[in-house]
């Protein structure tokens, strides 16, 4: 990045500030005349003695001329205007041009900072800069050149005209501008240094709050609120003073400008009157002269502020460029299009290589190791950091410090970037999901071919400003490229995608959600029209079965139990807020029908057994999410007031409309074949049945398109595929009807050849934000489901799939390897439970080196135990990562529980701690062994026998309760305390990390 702020301007705008330039230079005659004319108007039209006057042979009387005088100032007033208003817009267009360019500049830095560089700065003071510290030069911009041309060249127009009236005019107006010129820049270089610092106090800020929101939860635990509410005081307090400094030296110069500014018409009227006296100015020229000084103070206040703005912009660009400029930045190749597939076999060569950090810690020291193309490899330790590190190493993310990486016989450095992205894979422990559907991600590393950008949706206007700014041509369709992953064509190839998702064991879950889609028909006629020819197929052989009567049909003539009671009086879907009750407002149709059929007193009834329903299942923790959304308690208040409605209910009081009106809501939601806790009669039943039908017979105007309404000859928008297909519902009171009728409805898309279409559309659905929709098991597969689309030639994995057990890891490890038979794959873990699935294992040493598991095996018998130690690491944060209760959770938690841990040596048969004792702290073994014991009558019975690297304690800790049993060492062990606040603090901080405590501690105790 250009480090000068005016070189970087003149590099990328020099021929449009030459075209500003020439605008603002045709500008000054005008500005000339504007100021003569006036005078010419005093002196010669108002003050005259002739009848007539000669302008360029014209004879015009004084009236006459007094008007041509007028419409011409008139004339040049609007002209310079005019110049004006087009040279402002086009240094507008200018400064955002530039502003877009830096911006653009600033992501591309930012996609080539070193990993390590990510851990020292935050990504709220990364985005605070690239959207919030650039706006402000865009004003700038737009003005560097132009600015001090334009309005100097305006005073030196004026100034002229000032010496050229008298003088001593000329000079009393400049008499004092050498003293502004010498106190202003003094006083804006003190401002400066403030405005610099203002920047870093709020970038400190930002920072803290930033630590706030992640530390929430550890404040709580410690009660350190104060505390840290005082550290937030003296940070604004820090951030005060500095502004505070800043507005009075700012508003001192305003006051020193303005004061100046009123001494100047003082001596004009002064020296300048005193010269009309004397008859040696005329009135005419004091006039315009004092005339000419207003105009003189714009442009002098303007070029005073220009030099304010220019030091202030200078600062900030600075500063933007130290952010965004680290050392080492990543040398990336930007080929967009790689017709043919990379011919990279996998062949990996590394001799003595070694990694060090900025410290010049040594994380990998002298690692040698020969990998043939097409074999399967894996590297094992307890050195989580050293594992971490040679899987970006060998993935040429990260150089390393000293030794050489080969790939096919060819140093890794010297692959172009392009090719090594597209040809390289890594499958790490957290998956992360881009913002998008589930095709963009699982399809994002084939997004390689950029398109012509010539298609009918292409706006040109758009390719020509992005070129202007230095900007790649804006995101279009058509970067998917499919023979990346070496198919014939560019387009989406549904064979490769089934086969991947078979791959990474999705093909059920897709053959499951698929059927759960939504869809508007009008956007997708042909699979509308196919899933309708489908759903007679489904009927015809439906009606074959037994299991028919698992299916409810929609009939307008029936009530349907498996839709809820507002979908039967609709006999359809509403489409309208009115309708939809979700605000408790149900329409006074709905009323009045219901109240027709003497439903009224029933659904207060059923209204109150619902809410009571609710209420305890959420006092229990027995209400599930899917029934917490159905009858929309999510709303603010909802739970409040359902629990107010009932109290008032148990006293007597009388209900209120608004509460009547609520439990209208909840009796019109129920599902009876799902809510079998309600009762609703056959009578009750077909009076619903009989409002469905006054509902459609009597609708009001106003509702017409309030309701999709089921059709069996026609798509239901709002309902999913599966309720489509069968134009209906599988009753959800029968745990065998799913069971029964999905093979058929399988059976039939696979007959109609609708797998594909389905596939795609599954693919559309959205992930939400870093995959808030998808469950956590989901996003691992479709990590790896990334990983795999692109066919890699090496594919590593670094603590991949920890979601998953040993068998389940296995049966992957194999599809994957029948996916890629030709492809490397290495395998990165803390431990492998099937050495016998790999070609070669190789294991961490404590000295740095990779050993065979060939020759540990040979030697193991020969060493002595403490030189197989340095097998194993005891570092705290390689415990952690590597226990059992902690291996899956994200490395920043694994570090904040490693900071509070210490390493602790018990001699044989020694009490860790007894049944009873406060749980102030979970174990890990290092090495020897606990038991642990519950007292009996006679003796005490063995509960549990820890080893490496397993933790004791946790289960007193996450429940909060005192200890049910006692602990014990069997032998001289080394044990890992871990504070119990750490623990709570991760698992407070997230529900999903909860869910993965408690997982992995099953997964132990199932050991």
């Not at 993935?395 to 050489?404: F, L, Q, W, Y």
């Not at 009323?591 to 057994?609: C, D, M, N, S, Y």
Request: net charge negative; proline share 5%; hydrophobic share 40%.
């Amino acid at each position: 990045m250009d480090t000068n702020l005016l070189k970087f301007i003149w590099k990328y705008s020099r021929k449009q500030q030459l075209i500003v330039v020439a605008a603002t230079m045709l500008s000054f005659p005008i500005l000339y005349l504007t100021l003569e004319l006036p005078k010419i108007i005093i002196n010669d039209a108002l003050s005259g003695v002739s009848a007539q006057k000669d302008i360029f042979g014209w004879q015009l009387s004084p009236v006459a001329f007094l008007a041509s005088l007028c419409f011409s100032l008139l004339g040049l007033v609007i002209l310079s205007g005019v110049i004006k208003m087009r040279l402002n817009t086009y240094k507008g267009i200018l400064g955002e041009r530039l502003i877009r360019r830096l911006r653009y500049t600033l992501m591309q830095n930012v996609l080539r900072f070193p990993l390590p560089y990510f851990s020292r700065i935050s990504s709220g003071e990364l985005i605070s800069t690239v959207t919030a510290e650039t706006e402000p030069l865009s004003g700038y911009i737009g003005e560097s050149i132009a600015m001090p041309l334009f309005q100097g060249g305006t005073m030196i127009t004026i100034l002229i005209f000032m010496f050229a009236q008298d003088w001593t005019l000329g000079l009393i107006s400049v008499a004092l501008i050498p003293v502004q010129g010498y106190l202003i820049p003094k006083l804006q270089q003190q401002v400066n240094a403030l405005k610099k610092n203002r920047v870093l106090q709020i970038r400190k800020l930002s920072e803290q709050i930033g630590e706030t929101v992640a530390g929430s939860t550890e404040i709580r635990l410690h009660g350190t609120q104060p505390y840290t509410l005082a550290g937030y005081s003296r940070r604004l307090g820090d951030l005060f003073m500095v502004r505070m400094e800043i507005f009075k030296k700012k508003y001192f110069m305003k006051f020193l400008n303005n004061t100046i500014s009123q001494i100047t018409p003082f001596m004009f009227y002064l020296f300048g009157g005193y010269l009309v006296i004397k008859g040696d100015l005329t009135v005419g020229a004091l006039v315009a002269a004092i005339g000419a000084y207003k105009e003189l103070t714009n442009p002098w206040r303007e070029l005073l502020n220009y030099y304010q703005l220019h030091e202030d912009s200078k600062i900030k660009y600075q500063q933007i460029v130290e952010l965004f400029n680290p050392e080492n930045l990543v040398d990336v190749d930007e080929v967009e299009t790689v017709d043919e597939a990379v011919p990279l076999k996998g062949k990996l060569s590394l001799k003595s290589v070694s990694w060090r950090d900025e410290s010049g810690t040594s994380v990998l020291s002298g690692i040698s190791l020969e990998i043939p193309a097409g074999s399967t490899v894996a590297i094992t330790g307890e050195f989580a950091a050293r594992r971490a590190k040679l899987a970006l190493v060998l993935t040429g993310i990260e150089k390393p410090s000293s030794g050489s990486i080969q790939i096919d016989d060819q140093t890794m450095a010297e692959v172009p970037d392009s090719i090594l992205r597209r040809r390289v894979a890594l499958q790490g422990p957290v998956p992360h999901m881009f913002v998008g559907t589930i095709s963009e991600n699982l399809e994002y590393g084939l997004q390689q071919h950029e398109p012509d950008h010539q298609g009918e949706g292409v706006i040109k206007s758009d390719l020509t400003e992005a070129f202007a700014a230095g900007n790649r041509a804006p995101l279009d369709t058509g970067w998917l490229d499919y023979r990346q992953a070496g198919e014939p064509a560019r387009d989406r190839s549904p064979q490769w995608l089934q086969r991947v998702i078979n791959a990474i064991g999705s093909a059920s879950v897709v053959a499951e959600r698929r059927l759960f889609e939504v869809f508007e028909p009008k956007e997708k006629p042909d699979l509308a029209a196919k899933l309708l020819t489908a759903r007679k197929e489904i009927r015809k052989r439906l009606v074959q079965m037994p299991e028919a009567s698992f299916v409810a049909h929609f009939d307008s003539a029936r009530f349907n139990s498996n839709a809820s009671i507002l979908e039967n009086i609709l006999f359809g879907v509403a489409t309208d807020y009115r309708l939809d009750n979700e605000s408790c407002e149900v329409h006074p149709y709905l009323h009045e029908l219901i109240e027709k059929q003497g439903l009224t007193p029933r659904a207060t009834l059923v209204g109150l057994q619902v809410g009571r329903h609710l209420l305890n299942a959420i006092d229990n923790n027995a209400l599930s999410h899917l029934e917490f959304e159905h009858f929309r308690l999510s709303r603010e208040g909802q739970v409040e007031q359902i629990k107010s409605l009932l109290d008032a209910h148990k006293s007597g009081t009388e209900l209120t409309q608004t509460d009547r009106c609520l439990l209208m809501s909840l009796f019109l939601r129920v599902i009876p074949e799902r809510h079998t806790f309600i009762h609703l009669s056959d009578r009750a039943r077909r009076r619903v049945v009989q409002a469905r039908h006054d509902f459609q017979e009597h609708l009001p105007v106003e509702l017409d398109n309030a309701v999709n309404h089921f059709h069996e000859s026609s798509y239901h928008p709002n309902l999913t595929v599966k309720d489509n297909l069968l134009f209906g519902r599988v009753s959800s009171g029968n745990p065998t009807a799913s069971r029964a009728i999905d093979p058929l409805i399988a059976e039939v898309i696979e007959d109609l050849g609708l797998d594909e279409p389905l596939l795609i559309l599954l693919g559309e659905s959205q992930v939400g934000i870093s995959g808030s929709r998808l469950p956590l098991v989901a996003k691992h597969r479709l990590s790896l489901g990334r990983s795999l689309m692109k066919k890699p030639s090496l594919l590593i994995f670094h603590d991949a799939l920890s979601l998953f057990d040993s068998e389940e890891k296995q049966s992957l490890l194999a599809s994957v390897r029948e996916l890629l038979p030709e492809s490397t794959i290495i395998w990165i873990s803390s431990e492998i439970d099937n050495p016998a699935d790999f070609d070669n294992v190789y294991t961490f040493t404590e000295a740095g080196p990779l050993i065979s598991a060939d020759s540990i095996a040979r030697s193991s018998n020969s060493r002595p135990a403490q030189d197989l130690e340095e097998l194993q690491s005891t570092d705290p944060l390689d415990l952690i990562a590597n226990s059992t209760l902690f291996a899956d959770l994200s490395p920043a938690h694994q570090r904040h529980i490693a900071d509070h841990s210490r390493l602790v040596t018990f001699p044989a048969n020694t009490r860790i701690y007894e049944m009873g004792d406060n749980p102030d702290s979970a174990w890990l073994v290092v090495s020897g062994e606990v038991e642990t014991t519950q007292p009996k009558i006679r003796g005490s019975a063995v509960i549990g026998t820890f080893r490496r690297p397993e933790v004791f304690g946790s289960l007193d800790v996450m429940a909060d309760s005192p200890r049910v049993m006692n602990a014990d060492t069997s032998e001289v062990s080394d044990l890992l305390r871990i504070d119990a606040s750490a623990i709570e603090s991760v698992a407070l901080s997230d529900a999903n990390v909860s869910r993965t405590l408690l997982r992995s501690l099953s997964k132990q105790w199932r050991r």
